[in-house]
């Protein structure tokens, strides 16, 4: 009878053996799996970063534009100032030949009234 037993037990051992595999390929197939969700992850990650990455360098790019835009705005600014003080200037000395030649005009009149007295 103890014989009987024996291949029962072993018939058991191999089904236990058998089970313990499957739960083994089970959980690697598991790993696997979670291995590729991670590097699929990880790839988006890298993706999203470029993408950051061009992004900054896009803002950096338009940062660099705007600010030589504002120096090119700066000295037209500038330039501006300077042609108004020009023309101010010279509508001044212009005003003063004219205050000059108004001068001498009265000079002259009153030159011509006095010799004509």
């Not at 504002?70 to 020009?86: K, L, S, Y």
């Not at 108004?102 to 000079?107: A, F």
């Amino acid at each position: 009878m103890p014989d009987e037993h024996i291949p029962e037990q072993h018939r058991r051992q191999a089904e236990a053996v058998r089970a313990q595999d499957e739960d083994s390929r089970r959980a690697a197939e598991a790993i696997r799996q979670l291995t590729e969700e991670h590097r699929i992850a990880a790839e988006t990650v890298r993706g999203e970063q470029e993408e950051l990455r061009r992004a900054a360098e896009t803002a950096r790019s338009a940062a660099e534009e705007a600010r030589m835009a504002a120096e090119g705005a700066r000295h037209a600014a500038m330039d501006a100032v300077r042609a108004t003080a020009d023309s101010l200037q010279a509508t001044l000395d212009g005003m003063k030949v004219v205050e000059e030649m108004r001068r001498t005009l009265r000079d002259i009149r009153g030159a011509d009234k006095s010799g004509a007295d």
